[in-house]
């Protein structure tokens, strides 16, 4: 599934919980904390792709040690990540 905000992106969790997800920090200006939360709560793996600094992602909890991709993403270690998870 892919959301193209964060509002989105918590709707569809309410109707489909994931077994993995690959988040990228920020959704159309807004930052993806609450949907990492809520995959934090229910225990689902998550990895991001993001081009944010390693810095700011330290300021949120919830993402701090979260493995980051960066990107570009390079696809066959986003799978081989995914699988990991």
Same mark, same amino acid.
């Given at each position: 599934?892919?959301?193209?905000?964060? *509002?989105?992106?918590v709707?569809?969790?309410?109707?489909?919980?994931?077994?993995?997800?690959?988040?990228?920090?920020?959704?159309? *200006? @807004?930052?993806?904390?609450?949907?990492?939360?809520?995959?934090?709560?229910?225990?689902?793996?998550?990895?991001?792709?993001?081009?944010?600094?390693?810095? @700011?992602?330290? +300021?949120?909890?919830?993402?701090? =040690?979260?493995? =980051?991709?960066?990107?570009?993403?390079?696809?066959? +270690?986003?799978?081989?990540?995914?699988?990991?998870?």
């Open positions: 599934m892919l959301a193209g905000s964060v *509002g989105q992106a709707e569809l969790l309410k109707s489909q919980r994931p077994d993995a997800a690959v988040l990228d920090v920020t959704l159309n *200006g @807004e930052k993806i904390t609450p949907v990492a939360v809520l995959l934090k709560t229910w225990g689902v793996p998550f990895v991001l792709a993001s081009a944010s600094d390693p810095a @700011e992602l330290a +300021r949120h909890d919830v993402l701090a =040690n979260v493995p =980051n991709l960066g990107k570009p993403t390079d696809m066959k +270690r986003l799978v081989e990540v995914v699988r990991s998870l």
